[in-house]
């Protein structure tokens, strides 16, 4: 076992105090003298070691901390596992449950706010270590981790779960998992829909390549291996077959594609569909774990037309504007950049964050940006007046916001690991006009034209859909055989006549595409 730090002894008698609260847990409490023993021998049986002894050492306190973490958030989990029980009982005995009751847990907050910053730690060195190139080998350790606490805790319980369980189903939106699209050999990003004939979907990926499908047939059609680093995100031209993809190897490359849709296949029928809000049994068995291997015969291309530079850290992000004569990316270096597309020579340099850029868009129709951050801000770059570049900044979040997207009319809805999402008025953007609070971190949203509902990926596995007005519509099915298996990273509408309409990705290596249908009159409540 792990060496205990000298904090151990307080920590020590927590865990001991909430053990004779409500649980009877057996656990073996081995002296100070025991660990430093069993230290010694595990560091004198690693003498073939190349790493120092100082190194080691270090590492072992290390182990020895995630360890006193996650036994702290499996005690936690178990206490409120049994009150959830306790709650239930009384539910089905037709008893009422006061709203004190179901927030009786100081437990519950704290144990939900240790998880959220141990999930955000991994996510992070995880997303750096796969963003720089050359990385390989710390890459695949890294990545192992960051798949390890998903795992754990969401085989503890979450606090997704709890929330849930809780939750009176009345939706009666039906939701359907029409395709998968698998190939890629690491988690993934970011997704997009081609806005040109053929319409296709574009993937970016941690495994440094970006792919686009056939939507009806689940094909890989293309795939992009012109980047040195993670591709962190994918954007399609408003009106040209060109796709703009933003990189950890500090740049953006702009690249032209042509490809042909094959045949369609049969899409599965409708008897097969699943009510949104079905509460499966999340098991945690792993079948996207293997290695998965990369469509054979799918064409490559490595070649960028124009290759947008000027970073001096990870490009996190990157858009078109209105027209597409301009695209803008966003940085680690906590500046976003417009770029004049057919020079690209910079045009602007937007500063003012005071950390670390996550996402910037653009507005569909008029020269607007928006860009989020780690500073817990987002700042609206307005380019409408060629003489005048004015900028605002609006700080409604309490954590990073990951991103903010605009809306076709006046609004701006931004998400943030505070778990919550905040729908915005243009016209007046000193309060939001609708706050959603959920129970997990919110990733990469979108917002449906046509049906103007706004997709919520989590970082507990979740995909939640919302009105603009912050009513809760569905949640899409998700088990071990229907959904995802690991964080899902961001969602993407698609307004075409396909098959599928709504598309999400995570870091179980696929994107899914789904089928969403909501009754007018329930996005009317």
Not at 6 to 32: D, M, V, Y
Not at 121 to 126: A, D, H, P, R, V
Not at 308 to 314: A, K, M, N, T, Y
Not at 428 to 446: F, K, Y
Request: hydrophobic fraction near 35%; include cysteine.
């Amino acid at each position: 076992m792990p060496v205990e730090s000298g904090s151990s002894a307080a920590a020590r008698q927590a865990k001991q105090k909430r053990k004779s609260h409500s649980l009877s847990i057996r656990r073996t409490n081995s002296t100070e003298q025991e660990r430093l023993g069993l230290q010694r021998d595990m560091l004198e049986g690693q003498q073939d070691s190349k790493l120092p002894l100082s190194l080691r050492t270090n590492l072992l306190d290390l182990f020895s901390q995630i360890e006193r973490e996650f036994e702290n958030l499996y005690i936690e989990n178990l206490e409120l596992r049994r009150e959830i029980e306790t709650l239930n009982d009384r539910l089905a005995d037709g008893q009422t449950v006061e709203g004190a009751d179901l927030a009786k847990g100081a437990l519950k907050t704290k144990a939900s706010h240790s998880t959220s910053q141990l999930s955000q730690k991994l996510k992070t060195t995880y997303k750096a270590s796969t963003s720089k190139p050359r990385s390989n080998s710390c890459h695949a350790r890294v990545g192992g981790t960051r798949n390890f606490s998903v795992t754990s805790w969401e085989l503890w319980g979450g606090d997704s779960w709890i929330v849930s369980s809780f939750k009176a189903t009345t939706s009666r939106a039906v939701c359907q998992l029409v395709r998968e699209y698998v190939g890629h050999r690491d988690g993934i990003w970011d997704l997009s829909v081609s806005r040109t004939q053929p319409v296709v979907l574009g993937t970016a990926s941690a495994d440094h390549s970006a792919m686009l499908w056939s939507i009806e047939t689940g094909k890989c059609l293309l795939k992009y291996a012109g980047h040195q680093g993670s591709v962190n995100s994918i954007k399609f031209h408003p009106t040209e077959q060109m796709a703009l993809t933003a990189s950890g190897d500090q740049t953006a490359h702009i690249w032209r594609y042509m490809v042909q849709l094959p045949t369609p296949q049969p899409v599965a029928d409708i008897s097969q569909q699943t009510p949104c809000e079905d509460d499966v049994d999340s098991s945690d068995k792993d079948e996207a774990d293997g290695e998965a291997e990369g469509p054979s015969d799918c064409p490559s291309l490595r070649v960028a037309t124009t290759t947008l530079r000027s970073h001096q850290g990870v490009v996190i992000a990157a858009d078109w504007l209105v027209g597409g004569k301009q695209a803008v990316t966003a940085s680690w270096d906590r500046a976003a950049n417009l770029y004049d597309v057919e020079t690209a020579e910079l045009v602007h340099s937007l500063t003012g964050h005071d950390q670390e850029l996550t996402h910037c868009c653009t507005h569909p129709t008029q020269r607007l940006v928006v860009t989020s951050s780690r500073d817990t801000t987002f700042r609206l770059w307005d380019f409408r007046d060629p003489s005048i570049h004015s900028v605002n900044v609006f700080q409604g979040h309490t954590d990073t916001v990951t991103s903010a997207v605009f809306t076709v009319g006046d609004n701006v809805v931004s998400g943030s690991d505070d778990r919550t999402v905040k729908v915005w008025d243009l016209k007046n953007m000193r309060s939001p006009i609708a706050t959603i609070r959920t129970d997990s971190a919110v990733n990469r949203i979108s917002v449906s034209v046509t049906q103007k509902i706004i997709a919520l990926p989590h970082d507990n596995r979740q995909v939640r859909l919302f009105d603009m007005a912050g009513v809760r519509l569905a949640r899409l099915p998700q088990s071990n055989r229907t959904g995802h298996r690991r964080m899902v990273c961001c969602s993407a509408w698609c307004e075409d006549n396909t098959s599928c309409n709504l598309f999400t990705c995570g870091f179980d290596r696929q994107a899914i595409g789904w089928n969403i249908n909501i009754p007018a009159l329930l996005q009317e409540k």
